[in-house]
Nanobody, 126 residues
Framework: VQLQASGGGLVQAGDSLRLSCLAS????????IGWFRQAPGKEREFVAA????????YYADSVKGRFTISRDNAKNMVYLQMNTLKPEDTAAYYC????????????????????WGQGTQVTVSS
């Protein structure tokens, strides 16, 4: 599967953005999908994930209550709605696909994802 993230931009603190992750090659319904972010000089960190079955969602504590992950399998899309953005949310955001069929994942580890899209930059000014 190929993943393409989009929707980043430059916004002010308190604004909202919606990131999109388009899957091609194979249907996104086969995968758990995660969003990660990486700021300059920092390691890539988990943001949110949604499971393949039942759409169970997982969030980093830093974004819980502000970000919402969702999927539209019919459109092969996964979204990350980001509200009340803060300057510390500034990073390149990546979507990734992993297999959780008959596997127990934490959903939060980079190593659990096998397919990665290119990043989309989110910059939040104060």
């Amino acid at each position: 599967v190929q993943l393409q993230a989009s929707g980043g931009g430059l916004v002010q603190a308190g604004d909202s953005l919606r990131l999109s992750c388009l899957a091609s090659g194979r249907t996104v319904s086969r995968y758990a999908i995660g969003w990660f972010r990486q700021a300059p000089g920092k390691e890539r960190e988990f943001v949110a994930a949604i499971s393949r079955s039942y759409g169970v969602t997982y969030y980093a504590d830093s974004v819980k209550g502000r970000f919402t992950i969702s999927r539209d399998n019919a459109k092969n899309m996964v979204y990350l709605q980001m509200n009340t953005l803060k300057p510390e949310d500034t990073a390149a955001y990546y979507c990734a696909a992993g297999f959780d069929y008959l596997r127990r994942l934490t959903y939060t580890s980079v190593e659990e994802y096998v397919h990665w899209g290119q990043g989309t930059q989110v910059t939040v000014s104060s």
